[in-house]
């Protein structure tokens, strides 16, 4: 590998390769897509028995589709094998989005993102694991049991995409479609030692369920930036109907994602918007994140934003609590009969109610009060080009940790949340792109994140701050213990 990189010698060695390495042999004939999608399978059913990433194996469309690909394909990611998180439809395929409620539905259309995926070549083989309605940051829901960090099978490997980000991180494949309402891509990579975009607001369609989304945007988890950068090309675009969108950029972000940047004017953020205590792990990654930028020639500075309010902190969970209750309603649509308690999770049933109690008006001034939120945090962010704080204000939590915290009353989760991963949820807010960055290693062995957040629609910068980072400290050869394995 031109970085001296040296990964397992078989076959199934290469899905630790970047998807661009991938397509590239796929494209000369080094190896063929039937190889890797069966080795592909065959680490999914190895390893699944000890991570349980997947909810759905789809092998025998994905082979039969891998059969078809020859060399001279001229679609740029031919033959690569991709998972998909199950929170997204694609026709014919159960979508169950971690809930016992949806676990006899069968989703009769193709989201936009499945269409522009299969479109540049990939291979779906398979739907992965996610907490009921992607609620919770760890990935351990009452339907499938919990998925577990291929780093340390004691802890979690994030959520709510922590299916996905299992599944990279233990070589099954070398990325994976996911999504972020309040860190969803971000908390897992951070996690698992990957590269997570949450990109603007707009830049990726909802089409055709929805015109767009006050905080949800769907992405991948990748090994390395430039993936990330390239599948954001993959994926972003105007969709007919698209109530809103964000403005294409000058040059395709795949190309931005290996320019040098100017000197860039950094805010280090280390106080949490939210009530937390940091770990001074996690403060001091940050913190030598910031030198290494300095080393670059950047120039950074302490950035204060003033917390949340308490208000603003009720708007944000009224806003989810809204969103749950669509989605049990809609399990009540498949159902035929109204939900009782037992159909779905006690956090959920209680998001449920509360948000059934909202009345219109209610629901409206929540959604203007986390506007004007958004106005005051990015006003205050924009004396800056990029913010930098941690990833997470903890290590990731063993199994149980926020899921045991749910008796006596289930909503004490959503607080244990906020105190493990308070950096994030703040952007889905204010729209602006943000990315987690695993540019260290702990003691613990586990992997170190740093987050780095852009100006709105500001992609390009950031993602060509964060090449520049990751050609300076490199991380993609470090291998989690499962995969260095072989």
Same mark, same amino acid.
């Given at each position: 590998?031109? !970085? ?68 001279? !394909?001229?679609?740029?990611? /031919? ?30 259309? !193709? ?19 996610? $907490? ?17 960090? $291929? ?7 994030? #959520? ?12 099954? %494949? ?46 991948? &988890?990748?090994?390395?930036? /430039? ?12 969709? $007919? ?24 004017? %950094? ?52 806003? *989810?609590? %809204? ?44 959604? /203007?009060?986390?506007?004007?939120? /958004? ?11 990029? &913010? ?38 703040? *952007? ?21 994140? %740093? ?6 629609? #500001? ?28």
């Amino acid at each position: 590998m031109p !970085d001296g990189t040296e990964y397992p010698g078989t076959i199934g060695g290469l899905l630790v390769r970047p998807a661009l390495e991938l397509a590239e042999l796929l494209r000369w004939g080094q190896v063929h897509a039937r190889e890797l999608v069966d080795a592909a399978l065959r680490r999914l059913e190895e390893r699944e028995p000890r991570v349980n990433a997947f909810l759905f194996a789809d092998a025998e469309r994905a082979l039969a589709v891998a059969e078809e690909i020859s060399p001279n !394909d001229s679609r740029p990611f /031919a033959g690569v094998p991709i998972a998909i998180k199950d929170g997204t439809p694609q026709e014919g395929l159960p979508m169950r989005i971690g809930s016992a409620l949806f676990q006899n539905y069968i989703a009769d259309h !193709d989201a936009a993102t499945i269409g522009r995926l299969e479109e540049a070549g990939f291979i779906l083989i398979g739907r992965t694991t996610m $907490p009921e309605f992607g609620i919770l940051p760890t990935t351990e829901p009452r339907l499938s049991g919990p998925t577990r960090n $291929p780093w340390d099978l004691s802890r979690t490997p994030g #959520g709510s995409s922590g299916g996905s980000a299992a599944a990279v991180a233990a070589g099954v %494949v070398p990325l994976a479609h996911g999504s972020d309402g309040g860190g969803s891509l971000r908390i897992p990579a951070a996690c698992c030692g990957l590269v997570g975009l949450k990109a603007s607001r707009g830049r990726i369609s909802f089409a055709p369920d929805r015109g767009d989304d006050p905080l949800v945007t769907e992405g991948v &988890l990748t090994r390395t930036v /430039a993936d990330t950068a390239t599948l954001l090309d993959v994926l972003a675009g105007y969709e $007919p109907g698209d109530a809103t969108w964000a403005q294409p950029p000058a040059n395709p972000f795949g190309e931005t994602a290996g320019v040098t940047p100017s000197a860039l004017h %950094v805010g280090l953020m280390l106080e949490p918007p939210v009530p937390a205590d940091l770990d001074p792990v996690c403060a001091r990654a940050a913190e030598d994140a910031a030198g290494l930028l300095e080393d670059l020639g950047h120039h950074v500075e302490t950035f204060d934003l003033a917390p949340l309010t308490e208000e603003e902190r009720e708007a944000f969970d009224d806003v *989810w609590a %809204v969103l749950a209750a669509d989605g049990v309603v809609n399990g009540a649509g498949i159902l035929g009969r109204p939900t009782i308690p037992e159909d779905v999770e006690p956090l959920t049933w209680a998001l449920y109610e509360k948000g059934r109690a909202l009345d219109a008006i209610s629901y409206r001034r929540s959604l /203007a009060d986390l506007q004007r939120l /958004a106005r005051r945090v990015v006003r205050a962010a924009l004396a800056y080009d990029v &913010l930098l704080t941690p990833a997470l204000a903890q290590r990731p939590v063993p199994i149980g940790t926020i899921m045991g915290m749910e008796r006596p009353d289930p909503r004490n989760a959503l607080s244990r949340s906020d105190r493990f991963t308070p950096y994030t949820a703040l *952007w889905n807010v204010t729209g602006q792109p943000a990315i987690s960055l695993p540019l260290f290693h702990g003691e613990d062995g586990l992997p170190l994140g %740093v987050q780095l957040v852009g100006r709105p629609a #500001g992609e390009a910068s950031l993602l060509a701050l964060a090449g520049q980072l990751e050609e300076a400290r490199p991380w993609r050869q470090r291998l989690s213990p499962m995969t260095r394995g072989g």
